[in-house]
């Protein structure tokens, strides 16, 4: 499986944006880039993914270099209760017309992010 | 989103014991369900993946004798930790696969089951 690279942690004032990053040098045309959160004892949540082109939802902005070896996730203010690790990772998107049969997600150590008020 | 809920959220158990976990898909169908383990400041680990209908597919390393999977339904999957010891404890996380758009998925993850074993 393609590798990311986070920070470890990252730190962020209330209300202020925030741009987290992730390198995944080695993805292949296939690769979906997805991000979800965890928040302490419970379970990941959905943020947001994307395979080319920037996207955007309610929760956040995935910003897609053009080479596609990096990522960022933008929440544009964080909360508090935004403070939560974050975790990128790549999805190969190969078996989806398939069926999904070679659907997986591999978490990595992902970014834990906090939030000063 | 899709909501995945799991039962029991906690459980305490003595060595030896078996233990089932519920995963439930209260929205949707899942054909495709996974469990996962996650140890304290550690990452997810993916245990198994589980197909309605048919035999879960193990990941390496993971005893499938003593992680029993069993995806009945459409709606719910249940691992099953038997004869348990103290290094089983841990967070169980289940997660069901919804199709979003025409070809493409999401992972949408249940709350956690925390296990320990005494």
């Known amino acids: 499986d393609a590798k990311t690279t986070q920070p470890n942690s990252m730190e962020s004032n209330e209300e202020e944006p925030v741009h987290l990053p992730c390198n995944h040098s080695?993805?292949?045309?296939?690769?979906?880039i997805h991000w979800y959160r965890q928040l302490p004892s419970q379970g990941p949540e959905y943020v947001i993914h994307g395979l080319t082109s920037n996207v955007n939802n309610r929760m956040a902005s995935l910003a897609i270099a053009e080479d596609r070896k990096s990522s960022t996730l933008i929440l544009h203010r964080a909360t508090l209760r935004d403070a939560a690790v974050y975790y990128c990772?790549?999805?190969?998107?190969?078996?989806?017309?398939?069926?999904?049969?070679?659907?997986?997600?591999?978490f990595g150590k992902g970014t834990l992010l906090t939030v000063n008020p | 989103g899709a909501v995945v809920s799991q039962h029991p959220s906690w459980v305490i158990c003595k060595s030896g014991t078996s233990v089932k976990i519920e995963c439930r898909s209260l929205d949707f169908q899942a054909t495709t369900m996974f469990w996962y383990r996650q140890f304290p400041k550690q990452s997810l680990m993916l245990m198994a993946t589980?197909?309605?209908?048919?035999?879960?597919?193990?990941e390496q390393g993971v005893e499938k004798d003593k992680f029993l999977i069993n995806h009945a339904s459409l709606t719910l999957s249940t691992l099953t930790v038997t004869s348990a010891h103290p290094e089983d404890s841990s967070f169980y996380i289940c997660s069901a696969r919804v199709l979003s758009g025409r070809t493409s998925y999401e992972q949408y993850f249940g709350p956690g089951t925390r296990l320990t074993v005494t």
């Open positions: 080695t993805i292949s045309g296939t690769d979906y």
């Open positions: 589980s197909n309605e209908g048919s035999k879960a597919t193990y």
């Open positions: 990772i790549l999805r190969d998107g190969r078996g989806d017309l398939a069926g999904g049969s070679n659907y997986k997600l591999t």
